[in-house]
């Protein structure tokens, strides 16, 4: 039987090969990293070592790295009333954009009556003019913009809309976790007061995520309390052969991000060309700077449920969207943001590509593409 090709890269990695390494090694330690005696001390070397690595690869320090046990719980202690920057009072309202993952449009720790969400354009790109208006019509905000979209790819304009938020007295935090390892990716450079990551996007462990503050932003209110771990931000026994696994794979990504980059998007472009081939099969946010792994696809009469089997089937694993809502039987909220019917929203299907893709995986998912569109799309 021929090996499965992997085209689901944007719900998860294959682990690192340096991830896995500096995780066996920190699971032959004994000691808790906040005890005082030799072995506590190792421990905190290795949570403290990967915590230096986070901040020196995002632009920030490592005292402002917060490690968490996911991406989500990283954007739930972002999003917490009464942040405030160097210069500005306390944020007292929440403004996401409407194709934020769904542990962003949660809202955090928020009240529902004071979350406003921030249009897109057709493309999946955040509309400036409308986050200059809500800004206008109440007190400083928090905004929250993710840097790439999960499911489409599109990139978002963060060093413009932070410029927006901080002449009108807000804060910005930026969604990061598909961002790093594929793009550049700086908080100085772009802005950011807040940014969020996960390991196991970027070839790292599952269950491990990260918020990194800016310097001189205050007020982060921890969604844990008990032991003080953190710096007193996130409650609990830091993970410790994960973040260690964290921290080799951000080293490990960021080493390979300038090569890995340019030969997937040259396949992706490829995955691309062959999927329009067939009558009627379109690309959203083709029109948009994107990841240069990511491919959002449909074509007329097309069920994704049912082209994710049929991918399957053939040896090849895609997504209909998002893993945390790919499994629900509903249009994707980032589609329908962006203006499209619910039946185009119903027949997205996503394929993702990473740093071990080859050529051959995309001829196997063209030719699977092409057995299952004339089987599909017939009439």
């Given amino acids: 039987m021929p090996s499965r090709v992997y085209l689901d890269w944007n719900a998860t990695t294959p682990l690192r090969s340096e991830a896995r390494g500096a995780m066996l090694a920190a699971y032959e330690l004994i000691g808790n990293p906040s005890s ?34 996911t991406g989500t719980e990283a954007n739930a202690l972002a999003l917490s009333p009464g942040l405030r920057g160097p210069s500005g009072g306390p944020v007292e309202r929440l403004l996401v954009s409407a194709v934020e993952h769904a542990s962003v449009l949660a809202g955090g720790r ?53 410029g927006i938020v901080h002449g009108a007295g807000g804060l910005l935090h930026v969604d990061a976790i598909q961002a790093l390892g594929k793009i550049p990716f700086d908080i100085k450079v772009i802005g950011a007061d807040l940014a969020t990551f996960s390991a196991h996007k970027i070839g790292g462990p599952k269950g491990v995520g990260a918020l990194v503050v800016a310097e001189g932003v205050a007020g982060l209110e921890p969604v844990l309390r008990g032991g003080g771990q953190e710096l007193n931000r996130r409650a609990g026994t830091e993970n410790v052969a994960g973040i260690a696994g964290f921290g080799a794979s951000v080293r490990a990504a960021l080493q390979a991000l300038p090569e ?95 740093w071990s893709t080859e050529p051959d995986d995309i001829n196997r998912a063209l030719e699977a593409w092409r057995k299952l569109g004339n089987t599909l799309l017939k009439g």
Avoid at 122 to 137: P, Q, T
Avoid at 277 to 290: K, L, N
Avoid at 292 to 317: M, Q, R
């Fill in 36 to 69: 005082v005696h030799a072995e506590g001390r190792e421990a905190r070397r290795l949570v403290e070592g990967a915590r230096a690595i986070l901040a020196t690869a995002v632009g920030a320090l490592p005292r402002n790295v917060v490690f968490t046990s």
């Fill in 110 to 162: 928020f009240p529902a009556d004071e979350i406003g969400q921030i249009r897109v354009t057709r493309s999946g790109v955040i509309d400036l003019d409308h986050l200059k208006a809500l800004l206008r019509e109440g007190p400083p905000a928090l905004v929250s913009i993710m840097a790439a979209n999960n499911e489409t790819g599109a990139l978002q304009p963060i060093a413009e809309a932070a």
């Fill in 260 to 354: 890995d980059a340019e030969r997937v998007a040259t396949l992706r472009d490829r995955l691309e060309n062959g999927i329009r081939s067939m009558a009627g099969a379109m690309v959203f946010s083709d029109d948009a700077r994107r990841l240069p792994n990511t491919v959002l696809f449909t074509a007329p009469g097309l069920k994704a449920e049912t082209a994710v089997i049929g991918f399957d089937l053939e040896g090849v694993a895609v997504s209909s969207g998002s893993a945390c809502s790919s499994g629900k039987v509903q249009p994707s909220h980032v589609l329908s943001a962006m203006g499209y019917d619910p039946t185009v929203a119903q027949g997205a299907v996503r394929l993702s590509l990473g």
